[in-house]
């Protein structure tokens, strides 16, 4: 007969015993996650918002059970549901009826409010897209320059109709211009990166105006048949190309760093910072060099041509790129503690 087998009753008792705690301290363990998760549940406060008209202060839109976590984008799109002919590019949400618009990006429970959150709404009307806009403000100069520059008819007397400058500068002049919105166009569609996704409508019309207003003034002078070439001759217009040429290189570098700062669709803010490109070492002195070389390069055509619409153009772009470039530089300041003391807005050392 086969020899009976002998079973170990201790091991069995003591593997029933192990199992039994096993699951006793499971069924622990898992009590304690729902007591947790209940408290966490429990202390989650929700928010109530509150829109209301900016200008009459009626109540538009009460949002209620709003995530403390939510952005303001994500309010936007809850108001749109609510009021669908108006988008969200086209929000503008403030804390204060006459106050900033506050940023997409800001968080609820991080806004100086209450669990009752108040915002003021304004319609900022019709919007075009940031690409739509530039490719139109800087289209229109470059046809309109070359409409002056060919002397197309009924813009000069009948004899000077479709005829050429015999000065070399007024050559060099059409094709530094058009070089100049050919750059523009090319670095918005290839280049820029924009933050802010539209453009009001009616911004849109007053940029036009402004652009091609002033383009058909300086060209109309520039192009016309009794135009005179600069007091200092070619020393003159040599400086000025060297200037113009300069200032473009930096311009365009500043533009690659800048689109290089964040990858596309992020929104996360860097410090600007100079590269082993010479024309970026200007970030070493300004927080937007890329208003610099711009104002730089009107200079050199204004220099160039020795024109007063072109002279007056530079002037109040120089006064408008730097309201631009103070803003950008407090915000910088404002958001980052580490940001370089040594830069200026817009001009070293100075402004």
Same mark, same amino acid.
């Given at each position: 007969?086969?020899?009976?087998?002998?079973? #170990?009753?201790?091991?069995?008792?003591? =593997?029933?015993?192990?199992?039994?705690? =096993?699951? =006793?301290?499971? $069924?622990?363990?898992?009590? +304690?996650?729902?007591?947790?998760?209940?408290?966490? $549940?429990?202390?989650?406060?929700?928010?109530? $918002?509150?829109?209301?008209?900016?200008?009459?202060?009626?109540?538009?839109?009460?949002? #209620?059970?709003?995530?403390?976590?939510?952005?303001?984008?994500?309010?936007?799109?809850? @108001?749109?549901?609510?009021?669908?002919?108006?988008?969200?590019? *086209?929000?503008?949400?403030?804390?204060?009826?006459?106050?900033?618009?506050? +940023?997409?990006?800001?968080?609820?429970?991080?806004?100086? $409010?209450?669990?009752? =959150?108040?915002?003021?709404?304004?319609?900022?009307?019709?919007?075009?897209?940031?690409?739509?806009?530039?490719?139109?403000? /800087?289209?229109?100069?470059?046809?309109?320059? %070359?409409?002056?520059?060919? *002397?197309?008819?009924?813009?000069?007397?009948?004899?000077?109709?479709?005829?050429?400058?015999? &000065?070399?500068?007024?050559?060099?002049?059409?094709?530094?211009?058009? @070089?100049?919105?050919?750059?523009?166009?090319?670095?918005?569609?290839?280049?820029? +990166?924009?933050?802010?996704?539209?453009?009001?409508?009616?911004?849109?019309?007053?940029?036009?105006?402004?652009?091609?207003?002033?383009?058909?003034?300086?060209? /109309?002078?520039?192009?016309?048949? %009794?135009?005179?070439?600069? %007091?200092?001759?070619?020393?003159?217009?040599?400086?000025?190309?060297?200037?113009?040429?300069?200032?473009?290189?930096?311009?365009?570098?500043?533009?690659?760093? %800048?689109?290089?700062?964040?990858?596309?669709?992020?929104?996360?803010?860097?410090?600007?910072?100079?590269?082993?490109?010479?024309?970026?070492?200007?970030?070493?002195? !300004?927080?937007?060099?890329?208003?610099?070389?711009?104002?730089?390069?009107?200079?050199? @055509?204004?220099?160039?041509?020795?024109?007063?619409? !072109?002279?007056?153009?530079?002037?109040?772009?120089?006064?408008?790129?730097?309201?631009?470039?103070?803003?950008? &530089?407090?915000?910088?300041?404002?958001?980052?503690? #580490?940001?370089?003391?040594?830069?200026?807005?817009?001009?070293?050392?100075?402004?």
């Amino acid at each position: 007969m086969a020899a009976l087998q002998t079973i #170990d009753l201790t091991a069995v008792f003591t =593997a029933s015993s192990f199992k039994k705690k =096993a699951v =006793a301290t499971n $069924v622990a363990q898992q009590a +304690r996650d729902s007591a947790a998760s209940a408290k966490k $549940v429990k202390s989650f406060v929700f928010f109530e $918002v509150e829109i209301l008209d900016a200008k009459n202060k009626d109540q538009l839109c009460f949002l #209620d059970k709003v995530e403390p976590n939510a952005t303001v984008g994500e309010i936007k799109s809850m @108001f749109h549901k609510s009021y669908p002919q108006w988008h969200p590019a *086209r929000q503008s949400i403030r804390l204060d009826p006459k106050g900033k618009c506050v +940023r997409d990006e800001e968080v609820l429970q991080t806004l100086p $409010v209450g669990t009752t =959150a108040t915002f003021y709404f304004k319609d900022l009307g019709p919007q075009v897209g940031w690409t739509t806009v530039f490719l139109t403000e /800087y289209a229109g100069p470059l046809f309109i320059y %070359l409409l002056f520059y060919s *002397r197309l008819p009924f813009i000069y007397e009948e004899e000077y109709e479709f005829s050429t400058s015999p &000065h070399t500068v007024v050559h060099l002049a059409g094709f530094c211009h058009s @070089f100049h919105y050919v750059k523009r166009l090319i670095e918005t569609l290839f280049v820029h +990166r924009f933050s802010h996704g539209t453009m009001p409508l009616r911004n849109t019309i007053k940029n036009c105006f402004y652009y091609w207003g002033f383009t058909a003034w300086l060209a /109309y002078f520039i192009n016309h048949p %009794l135009y005179t070439p600069p %007091l200092y001759g070619d020393q003159q217009v040599n400086l000025a190309l060297g200037t113009f040429v300069v200032c473009e290189l930096g311009n365009f570098s500043i533009h690659i760093t %800048l689109r290089n700062l964040r990858s596309e669709g992020s929104k996360m803010r860097k410090i600007p910072k100079p590269t082993k490109n010479p024309f970026t070492w200007l970030f070493f002195f !300004v927080s937007c060099p890329n208003y610099t070389y711009e104002v730089g390069t009107w200079i050199g @055509f204004t220099m160039m041509t020795q024109c007063l619409p !072109v002279g007056l153009f530079t002037l109040i772009g120089f006064f408008q790129m730097t309201v631009w470039a103070k803003g950008k &530089h407090h915000m910088y300041l404002k958001e980052f503690k #580490d940001y370089p003391t040594l830069r200026m807005p817009i001009i070293p050392f100075l402004l």
